[in-house]
């Protein structure tokens, strides 16, 4: 069978798999999420055997030391995945939830049930823990999910479908419902993106190029963000030790996250009294500092920054800082070179937080707090599946809910329209 047919075949099956996950009980979908938990335990060994297939594979052909972090299937990335299955158990169902519920002058009643989407692909890269990432939640959230991860982690992926089979059949559901792709070939990407007809959303998790490509050549709807180009705004109200803390933290926390400050913006007034020392506090955590010209008269052994620089996703230590005058600079700045992600303002000042919370136009925008906590276990939604940028239907950390669409439905008792 050729790429394309293996992939249409999939479609197929998952297209029917949705079905019934669709109309599966909370509890029996609950019974397929603590199943696949106890599979994961009890092959434990075989994953870590299949996982050290790949490391060594992946050694073999130069992956430097990032990817194969993110690679490797530690115990404690299993336990966390153990851990995950549990939390997704546990969390309210939204299928069939029906809000907004009104009567009509007719008599009738007009409401919104949430309803899965149908038939989720996922395309993602060498962390093997995504595939149960997203397996539980697009099975608690009922839909049929087709998974392709990166060909650096065939072994392990496989390994962990076999425990995924085994979960959804001890509770009665399609093995269908989730499948991981079996096969290497990057043609299987072009398919899954250009199956309208099996496909109805795809979720890409990986680099810029990957999440571009799919971008440009896909069929199916995608949720997606491309960078995350993320600021905080210290204003001229903001309280010192607050400033201070949130921004150390927003950069700091950790480097390679999608929400970690890659731009420092500091109102004019409180430049002198704060940028000194925070620029001695990165300076000694290792963070390199690149500065406009007046950030430059303050910090002199700083780097110039560029106009590149406002426009770059670091995803390492480094920071661009740029002193502005007022709050509508700072939200002007934001709004042409941020990419709609996460953005935070520092002030104790609650009009001008007003302001920025209803101008700038990101996913998420936030008043004296850390943009790290732009995160789906920080918000409560237990999971995430993503972060999305996009503006129509799901938009910031993508939970179970954002998996799901709604359709009006309507309760009568006999009335015609007259």
């Known amino acids: 069978m050729n ?4 992939m249409q075949t999939l479609g197929n099956q998952a297209r029917v798999a949705s079905r019934a996950i669709a109309r599966a009980s ?5 019974a397929a999420l603590v199943a696949i938990a106890a599979a994961i335990s009890e092959q434990r060994d075989t994953l870590k055997a299949a996982n050290a297939l790949d490391m060594a594979r992946g050694q073999e052909n130069g992956l430097d030391a990032a990817l194969l972090d993110r690679l490797e299937l530690t115990d404690g990335r299993i336990d966390g995945m153990l851990e995950g299955l549990q939390q997704v158990a546990t969390l309210a169902d939204p299928v069939g939830e029906i809000t907004d519920l009104k009567y009509r002058p007719s008599g009738i009643q007009v409401g919104k049930m949430r309803v899965p989407l149908g038939v989720i692909g996922i395309i993602y890269e060498s962390r093997p823990n995504v595939t149960i990432e997203a397996a539980s939640l697009c099975l608690k959230s009922g839909n049929a999910a087709i998974l392709r991860g990166g060909s650096e982690a065939i072994e392990s992926n496989q390994a962990l479908a076999a425990c995924i089979r085994t979960g959804l059949a001890a509770a009665g559901l399609p093995a269908e419902t989730v499948q991981v792709v079996e096969t290497t070939d990057r043609e299987a990407v072009g398919a899954l993106i250009t199956m309208p007809e099996f496909v109805d959303v795809i979720v890409p998790r990986g680099g810029k190029s990957l999440i571009e490509r799919i971008s440009r050549d896909a069929k199916v709807a995608v949720i997606k963000h491309l960078d995350g180009i993320c600021h905080v705004y210290i204003d001229e109200f903001a309280d010192k030790t607050k400033a201070i803390n949130i921004a150390i933290n927003s950069k700091t926390h950790r480097y390679g996250t999608c929400n970690t400050m890659e731009t420092l913006l500091v109102h004019t007034s409180r430049a002198a009294d704060i940028l000194p020392e925070l620029a001695e506090a990165y300076t000694n955590i290792g963070v390199e500092l690149r500065g406009c010209e007046r950030t430059r008269e303050l910090l002199v052994d700083i780097n110039e920054a560029t106009a590149e620089d406002w426009d770059t996703e670091y995803l390492a230590p480094i920071l661009a800082i740029r002193i502005v005058d007022t709050l509508d600079d700072a939200i002007e700045h934001i709004n042409r070179h941020g990419s709609h992600h996460t953005d935070s303002i520092i002030s104790e000042n609650y009009t001008l937080s007003r302001r ?12 004296n707090a850390s943009t790290r906590f732009a995160d789906g276990f920080e918000y409560g939604l237990g999971a995430e599946i993503g972060i999305s940028t996009d503006k129509i239907h799901a938009r910031g950390p993508v939970g179970l809910e954002g998996l799901t669409s709604q359709k009006y439905v309507v309760l009568g008792n006999g009335e015609i329209r007259q």
Not at 3 to 6: C, I
Not at 356 to 366: G, K, P, Y
């Open 3 to 6: 790429v394309l047919d293996y």
């Open 26 to 30: 909370t509890q029996d979908k609950n």
């Open 356 to 367: 920025f919370i209803n101008e700038v136009d990101s996913s998420s925008v936030m008043i």
